[in-house]
């Protein structure tokens, strides 16, 4: 791995520093990068506590955002396995550009949004951040996050 690559996956700092909704924004990026079971817990997730229709449409904006960030990135995100305690720097920005989204400071997402994708999709990762936040302010208002035990692959950092 180069300097590079490594680099996003250093750990500064715990989930447990997180706010239930930065928790959630990085338990459900480690759910989306672990591929179709992951994928299928989070979306279980959504439609548990969201219901049915919006637990659908949570778990399309999850798949966009992720997808951009997977297919626009300045480099690959590092994530950390899902049930590492640490928090690493890719996450760590991932979780705050979708925290201040969801609390209407458009500017900041932008910034982190800006440090993640290519320029020209920054604007488009801001505003799906904002989507995402929104709904998991609405999930950590029903139920502390998150609710699944998926088992991570072994192809991740921790």
């Known amino acids: 791995m180069s300097n590079s690559s490594t680099r996003g996956g ?4 715990r989930l447990s520093d997180l706010s239930p909704l930065e928790a959630g924004a ?10 179709t079971n992951g994928r299928a817990d989070a979306a279980s997730d959504f439609e548990i506590v969201l219901g049915a229709d ?6 399309l904006t999850l798949d966009r955002l992720c997808s951009l960030c997977a297919n626009y990135g300045r480099r690959p995100l590092i994530r950390h396995g899902l049930g590492c ?3 690493g720097a890719d996450e ?3 979780a705050q550009m979708i925290a201040s989204a969801s609390e209407g400071a458009r500017e900041d997402a932008m910034m982190m949004a800006s440090l993640i994708v290519r320029p020209d999709f920054a604007p488009a990762l801001a505003a799906l951040s904002e989507e995402m ?7 950590t208002a ?4 998150p609710t699944t035990g998926h088992k991570p692959p072994e192809a991740v950092l921790h």
């Open 85 to 87: 305690s640490c928090l």
């Open 54 to 59: 919006c637990g659908r449409a949570a778990m």
């Open 92 to 94: 760590n920005c991932f």
């Open 133 to 139: 936040g929104m709904l998991l302010r609405r999930m």
């Open 142 to 145: 029903s139920v502390p996050l």
């Open 10 to 13: 250093a750990a500064v700092g």
């Open 26 to 35: 990085v338990t459900y990026l480690r759910l989306w990068g672990d591929g």
